[in-house]
C-alpha cells in the first residue's frame, strides 16, 4: 500500500474535518482512496467482468451481462479498454482500473471482486446412439436449437450454407477455401461462432466451417467443440463432460 498517500490522506482529513471524524465516515473515505492506488483492482458493487474467449488479436467479454468484442481494430467499447491479449489471457481497462483475466479451454470465468466462479466446470452430457449407431445431439446456435451429427472423425464444426442461413450464421466475413465433397471441389468459409450449445454445455468462440450448398445433410459436430470436452464412449452410450 502506498503509506505516503494514506499519510497525507489522514493529514487532510485532520486540516478539513478538526476533531474526530464520525466512526462511519473514515471506512467509507479509505476504500475510496483504495480505489486510487495502482495495482488495487476494486469492482463497484455488483459489478460483474466475464471473460469469453480470448486470442492474438481480440477478446470476448461479458460485462454485467453485456457482451463487447475488444479488439486491436477497435480496443474500446463500454468504458472497458482492450491493452493485450493473447491465447491465455487478456488485459482491460475498465473504470480506470486493469484487469487481467485468464481462461482455460473457453471456459469462462466470473469476476466479481477478483473471486472467480468456475460452476461451469464437470458439467456433462449424456448422448445415445440412434438404431442405426449413429450419435445425434440437440444443441443451440446463438440461441436458435440446430441438431448435430456427432463426427469424431471431423477436425472442424461444418455447417451447410443453407442450414448457417437458416441459423443466422453470418459466413460472409469468414475466410475463403475450399473443400472436397462428394459433389466436387465446393467453396468453403472459415470462421469463429459467438457461442455453441450441446445438450446444455456451452462453449463460446468455436471455429467452424460452412460449405456452399447442401452437404452436409445434417450439421457435423467436429474436433473444435468435441476436443474441449473430455469424451467417452461405452456401447451406444457417449458422455461429454467439460473439464
Known amino acids: 500500500m502506498n503509506w505516503k498517500l494514506l499519510s497525507g490522506f489522514r493529514h487532510w482529513v485532520g486540516k478539513s474535518f478538526p476533531g474526530s471524524l464520525p466512526a462511519m465516515l473514515m471506512p467509507a473515505m479509505l476504500l475510496f482512496l483504495l480505489t486510487l492506488i495502482p495495482g488495487q483492482p476494486v469492482l463497484a458493487a455488483g459489478d460483474r467482468i466475464r471473460l469469453i474467449a480470448t486470442g492474438s488479436d481480440r477478446a470476448i467479454i461479458e460485462i454485467n451481462g453485456e457482451r463487447l468484442v475488444l479488439s486491436t481494430d477497435n480496443p474500446e467499447q ?3 479498454t482492450l491493452v493485450s491479449s493473447n491465447s491465455d489471457e487478456v488485459v482491460i481497462l475498465y473504470q480506470g482500473l486493469e484487469f487481467t483475466l485468464t481462461t482455460q479451454d473457453h471456459s469462462a470465468l466470473i469476476y466479481d471482486g477478483n473471486i472467480p466462479d ?3 466446470s464437470g458439467k456433462s452430457a449424456v448422448i445415445w446412439a440412434d438404431a442405426t449407431g449413429f450419435f445425434f445431439a440437440d444443441g443451440e446456435v446463438n440461441g436458435r436449437p440446430a441438431r448435430f451429427l456427432v463426427d469424431t472423425g471431423a477436425d472442424i464444426v461444418t455447417f451447410s450454407s443453407i442450414h448457417a442461413d437458416q441459423l ?12 472436397s465433397t462428394a459433389s466436387g471441389i465446393t467453396a468453403v468459409k472459415s470462421l469463429r461462432l459467438d457461442q455453441l450449445s450441446i445438450e446444455g454445455i456451452t462453449l463460446y468462440d468455436v471455429e467452424i466451417s460452412v460449405i456452399q450448398g447442401a452437404f452436409p445433410a445434417v450439421p457435423l459436430l467436429g474436433g473444435t467443440f468435441l476436443n474441449q470436452l473430455n469424451m467417452s464412449r461405452v456401447g451406444n452410450r457417449m458422455e461429454l463432460t467439460r473439464p
Open 168 to 179: 443466422g450464421i453470418d459466413y460472409s466475413r469468414g475466410r475463403n477455401g475450399y473443400a
Open 78 to 80: 463500454q468504458g472497458a
Open 118 to 120: 468456475t460452476s461451469e
